[in-house]
């Protein structure tokens, strides 16, 4: 079983590769097909729960079409990450647009957080963005899946100098790289359980959100800039916002609501494009059960 598994994941990193050979246009294309499959066929209930949740005034068959936009977005994301895994460095270059990069400035070689929540498209932003920065680091969970993960290493260690930080590891570690002027690139805003966090409003609902973002800050004297980013007509956009002063400010609650808040005013500006398949409200206050349990 084993060794079918392993040869349909060649087949399909086979068909990925062909496929990074079209147009981008035809790839978004095939990409919202895709999306509309996985919308009826993968986390399309997950979805409608979290959409439930956080916007419980909006009518239903609004939340619907919502929806079915964010699987559009998400499978033309996916497919366009064959051009993060197998295009050329001049056709990724092309595909991403930075704005405000100018809040980067005098921020070269010094400790750095860039806070990035999940957006489609935070991937292929992150590898355009280290371009600019290669002296750069990622967090990175490895995949059950041994042909997924040689995929995602080709594409986030296409620049020679980045370094991957295993979750694993810890703290220590990227505190390390932190105050080795590395700029890290750093997505906080996933359910990873009760272990180091703490239940703050996200759309008015108790989320179990990590407090890495202001302790990171803190321990390797890190400047945070938040940079988001947005799939447009033909590629991507990420926008890079002005440093955030006063960060961390000591209070610890306030400063995982000031990211959370940050993050609800994205979701706000472009709300199908939030990774809203992942099980961001998995885990609950002690006694309250979870909202994804079938009734």
């Excluded at 990193?13 to 499959?37: D, K, N």
Aim: glycine content about 8%; hydrophobic content about 45%; overall charge positive.
């Amino acid at each position: 079983m084993v060794i079918v598994r392993r040869i349909g994941s060649w087949l399909a990193f086979a068909l990925l590769w062909a496929l990074h050979w079209l147009p981008t246009p035809a790839l978004g294309s095939i990409g919202r097909s895709l999306g509309r499959i996985l919308y009826r066929f993968g986390r399309g209930r997950v979805t409608d729960t979290n959409l439930a949740l956080c916007f419980p005034d909006m009518p239903e068959r609004e939340r619907k079409a919502l929806a079915q936009r964010h699987f559009e977005a998400l499978g033309r994301s996916a497919i366009e990450m064959t051009l993060l895994w197998f295009g050329s460095d001049e056709r990724l270059a092309g595909l991403v647009r930075l704005v405000g990069l100018e809040h980067l400035e005098g921020l070269r070689d010094k400790p750095l957080v860039v806070f990035a929540p999940h957006f489609v498209g935070v991937d292929v932003c992150g590898f355009r963005l280290a371009a600019e920065f290669p002296k750069s680091a990622s967090i990175y969970s490895r995949p059950k899946n041994p042909v997924l993960d040689r995929l995602l290493l080709r594409g986030r260690l296409r620049l020679g100098s980045t370094i991957l930080l295993p979750r694993q590891e810890g703290m220590r570690a990227i505190v390390k790289a932190l105050r080795e002027g590395r700029a890290l690139y750093f997505l906080p805003d996933m359910d990873f359980g009760a272990r180091d966090s703490i239940f703050s409003s996200f759309f008015g609902v108790p989320t179990a959100t990590v407090t890495a973002l202001p302790r990171l800050a803190r321990l390797g004297r890190a400047t945070v800039v938040p940079a988001v980013a947005r799939q447009v007509a033909h590629g991507y956009e990420m926008r890079i916002y002005p440093p955030w002063t006063d960060y961390p400010s000591g209070d610890l609650e306030a400063d995982v609501r000031r990211m959370n808040a940050f993050v609800e005013d994205r979701v706000r500006e472009m709300p199908e494009q939030y990774f809203w398949a992942h099980k961001r409200f998995k885990t609950r206050p002690p006694g309250e059960p979870s909202p994804y349990r079938r009734k």
